[in-house]
């Protein structure tokens, strides 16, 4: 289930956004890039990559990512840390005030979590700052510079091209100019410039680079709450969009718990499954049967801590397919698989529902019936020279709800 954006509080209003889907390992490692000589590699973690992310406040080197206490101990203060906690792979938005020394003045921070289950904010690390002029004062002696040349209030257009090359991503209007270096979007060096001084008026550093001594928490066995109070329906009814199914002769409703799966005799295969899944997160779950029947989906956890697949969701299946060929399937209004093709049309137009078909493929035809969130449901229908079923049936449904527990 892809992440969604969501809405955090740390002082006043911010946003919660993934980085980067869950499970994947940041990008590959640096080689050339522009703005630097041949051959010049950084190693992450360092403050430092293809593209410079070096910065320096009050002669102090800034190296992210770094936990919070490293980054109070520079001299910031959050105004608040609070709110929603933040998802594994995302960041959310902080705003902290630096007194002392040469510059001062209010940054937004960049707090992300490298961990397997939700973190509130406070316990998040600092991936990046964002100082604009207008909000911090730059000292004089000891002034914010990026890339050891660039400085806050000072460089130009000219020397951020000559120091990081030509960018990529920028932006021009008559009262903004933005440049963006980025390798990702997991280390990312921006600078805006004021078109009436042509002076940088913020500079923004961040490296969600996961540190290579991080420690990650432990996934938990505690069922959900959710998962517990799921219950099957007693019958399968006549509205297909309750999600209500029958699967090899049992009831369920959609979204499913693995668990509930494993009650009817499915067994996890543990080597082609994911050990854990990461909180509000999906990973990959296999299931067989003793008639050998087998079932490869992504399974979504809803909780806030990382746990096993057995503790998850499927928010969608395929049935009839590859690996369920045998395993039978009823929906709603007598519809299913192994009926001919012309009666589910007849059934679903007999109903109201509404449907797009698509026969433009030469083994089957497909039907898709749909509510307005893409929930829903295609079918599959044996073209006349299909190898893959008897002409003119429904071979195979996939069911989709990604409506949550």
Known sequence: MPQEETAAETGSETGTTSFGMPGNEPGEEPGEEPGEEPGTVFEPGTGQTAYDLSLSIDGQDYVFPMSIGEFTALGWTFEELSGDDVTPGSYTYGYAQKEGGSSSGEATVRLTNFDINSLPPEECMVAGLEIDSSHFESGEDAPVTAGGQIVLGVSGEEEIKEKYGEPTYDYASDYLIRFDYSED??????????????????????????????????????????????????????????????????????????????????????????PYIKAESYGWVSLENADGDSIYELANNFASYATSPSNCWLTSLSAGGMGTENVSLELPGGIGTGMRGEDLLEALEAAGYEYELDDSLEYFTTVDVREENYNGYTFYIASDNSPLAKPGTVYQVNIMNYSGE
Do not use: M, Q
């Open 185 to 274: 979007y997991t280390r990312t060096v921006s600078f805006e410039i004021d078109p009436e001084s042509g002076a940088v008026s913020k500079i923004s550093v961040t490296d969600f680079t996961e540190p290579e001594d991080f420690v990650k928490g432990e996934p938990s066995d505690e069922v959900p709450a959710e998962v517990e109070a799921y219950e099957r329906p007693e019958a399968l009814g006549d509205d297909l969009f309750s999600y209500n199914f029958a699967f090899g002769g049992n009831l369920y409703a959609f979204p499913v718990p693995v668990s509930a799966l494993e009650a009817d005799g499915w067994v996890v295969n543990e080597e082609n499954s994911d």
